[in-house]
């Protein structure tokens, strides 16, 4: 409790750094961070350089842990990581982690009565706010190092647009050890942008070690502390790689608001007294977590959807394309042929954005079930209404896909594709 408060104390000034990080992270300048693009390399080096300066040990140089992705064209993405080492010789070898997202939509040009306009998408509180809450969080756990007893990874994960693909990277491809992962906390959209978005923590495995942990600070005071939720989140983000793994999480948010995933996600609109409480609670909460006497305990979720018991899977579970041993596939080819030989075959363009001479790219996020069919099918981002509910038509009358396949069983993948909607010069 003490040490708490002398923490509140010591940062008066963390607002105005949180400010300056969202400012930076989302400056026009690096044009949304899409993925594989200039402006998420800049992010990039922006969180190496602030971990490296505070004294965090960098598992990863200024370029990060590069990889690709193939996606029609082949992007190339990175993950930053770095590691604060626990203090006792044992529980030193198991480890937290902390992590945000480095990307966001990029940019969208539009063609308005022939005059072609850029939208950015600067993604101030999606979600350059978790990077700056991540990055000061880093910054006090190394400076009270000797206060940890299992390791802290801190973690910028790359792509998360594009199916979570720098996550997904971490765990399957890089990071050795995740039977060692005793937790993953994810930060999401912590800018507090108006009344409603309060600050929230869903735990998607439901851990008896959280619960405790939650119980034990709420019970100390002195903390803003979160409202807990038990489920997965509805923002999809980096910690579903680790869910599918059976890894313990948990998501701290305070939630997206009318601006999230629009051009109006700028950082005035941001809470950052609130940010900077909030950080302090995870602080609090890590360091909880890096000093219980066992690791947040793998419950076996094996729930057996009761139409569908030979499938042997719970019935909640989602995987990315980069986790299946066959990938769903439509008409015997991939989202590509999806695209070619179905919405592009049936896509009307609006009468409205017709006439106004409006283009763009719509992203939209759909899951394809067991049986083939299409599910939660939602728009990430449109330049204009019509456009976007045109393409949500097309995607949801779309013909049953063959199913993704594990070990021979259906599984259930989620997929994030992009629909262009070109206009073509008479």
């Not at 940010?275 to 609090?284: A, G, K, N, W």
Request: proline share 4%; hydrophobic share 35%.
């Amino acid at each position: 409790m003490i040490f708490t408060f002398s923490l509140l104390c010591a940062s008066a000034q963390g607002g105005k750094v949180l400010n300056r990080h969202v400012e930076a992270l989302s400056d026009i300048t690096l044009k949304g961070r899409a993925a594989g693009s200039e402006g998420e390399a800049s992010a990039a080096s922006y969180f190496y350089n602030y971990l490296k300066e505070n004294g965090v040990e960098m598992l990863t140089d200024q370029q990060g842990d590069v990889f690709t992705i193939m996606l029609g064209d082949t992007l190339v993405s990175r993950n930053i990581i770095g590691v604060v080492e626990g203090c006792d010789p044992v529980l030193r070898n198991q480890y937290i982690v902390v992590a945000a997202n480095l990307d966001h939509l990029g940019v969208n040009f539009l063609n308005v009565n022939g005059e072609k306009r850029e939208q950015v998408f600067r993604g101030a509180n999606d979600n350059a706010s978790g990077l700056a809450v991540v990055m000061e969080l880093a910054k006090e756990v190394a400076a009270t190092s000797y206060m940890f007893r299992r390791s802290v990874i801190f973690a910028a994960f790359g792509s998360k647009e594009e199916g979570m693909a720098g996550s997904w990277y971490f765990l399957n491809k890089s990071f050795g050890h995740q039977e060692n992962i005793s937790l993953m906390v994810n930060v999401l959209s912590a800018g507090f942008t108006g009344p409603d978005n309060k600050f929230s923590s869903y735990i998607p495995i439901p851990s008896k070690q959280i619960s405790s942990m939650a119980s034990a600070l709420r019970d100390r005071g002195g903390l803003f502390y979160p409202t807990y939720y038990t489920g997965v989140s509805d923002i999809s983000s980096d910690y579903l790689a680790f869910y599918e793994k059976n890894i313990p999480s948990v998501i701290f948010t305070s939630g997206r608001d009318l601006y999230s995933r629009s051009v109006n996600d700028i950082p005035s609109n941001l809470d950052y007294e609130s940010m900077e409480y909030m950080t302090d609670y995870i602080y609090s909460f890590v360091l909880e977590a890096a000093n219980s006497e066992e690791m947040a305990g793998r419950p076996d979720r094996r729930d057996k959807d009761d139409n569908d018991k030979e499938n042997n899977e719970p019935a909640d579970r989602i995987y990315s394309p980069f986790d299946v041993d066959t990938p769903p596939t439509f008409f015997k080819g991939d989202e590509s042929r999806f695209l070619t030989d179905w919405v592009y075959k049936y896509l009307r363009y609006p009468d409205y954005s017709l006439s106004q001479g409006i283009q763009g790219t719509v992203k939209i996020e759909f899951i394809i079930e067991k049986d083939g069919t299409l599910s939660n099918v939602r728009v990430l981002s449109a330049p204009a209404d019509d456009l976007e509910n045109e393409a949500v038509r097309v995607v949801s009358a779309s013909p049953k896909w063959k199913a993704g396949v594990i070990a021979g069983k259906k599984v259930r993948v989620r997929y994030t594709l992009p629909i262009e909607f070109r206009l073509k010069k008479k």
